[in-house]
């Protein structure tokens, strides 16, 4: 297994110790939690990084790093829903998109066509990111709730953009 599968890997492995951290309720969780969640978050950059650089490009690489960063961000978002930090129709917003796109993605697929992320895609993942970490630390609720628009808005301007750059895949429908 090469170099950027192992990180990917890690990525998901270290969802466990942050849920954990979080549920057990350790002294100084949250910043712990944080902490576990921003090297995890780094893994995503450094293993996309080696792959292409390297020309390490899998076919796990393909699918199982993005399932690592759904399964991270939605853990994360999960915890926030749990604590009444994030309304759970936020979550929802996030998890309906992921689908659609994922789907949409098999549908091309079934046509031969590969749809790469996007540049709005590649937005919503770093807004995203930056997001949850804030919504770590002790902030004002206006920028939690500030925090939350960011990630939806981020997230259904991505989704729209990818079905409108990608209709042609479903014009059989």
Do not use: H
């Amino acid at each position: 297994m090469n170099l950027p599968n192992k990180l990917t890997l890690l990525r998901i492995v270290l969802i466990l110790p942050f849920l954990l951290v979080l549920y057990l309720d350790v002294p100084f969780a949250p910043f712990i939690a944080l902490g576990i969640f921003i090297i995890a978050s780094l893994t995503d950059m450094l293993d996309g990084k080696i792959a292409r650089a390297r020309n390490l490009i899998t076919d796990f690489g393909k699918f199982a790093d993005p399932l690592a960063d759904k399964m991270l961000v939605t853990a994360a978002m999960l915890w926030f829903v749990e604590i009444g930090q994030m309304p759970g129709w936020a979550l929802l917003v996030v998890i309906v998109r992921e689908f659609a796109v994922s789907g949409l993605r098999m549908v091309a697929s079934d046509k031969g066509r590969v749809i790469a992320a996007g540049w709005s895609g590649k937005v919503k993942t770093a807004a995203t990111m930056v997001c949850i970490v804030l919504m770590f630390l002790p902030i004002p609720e206006i920028l939690n709730t500030v925090c939350v628009a960011v990630i939806v808005a981020t997230t259904i301007y991505s989704g729209v953009e990818y079905f409108l750059k990608n209709k042609d895949c479903l014009s059989d429908m």
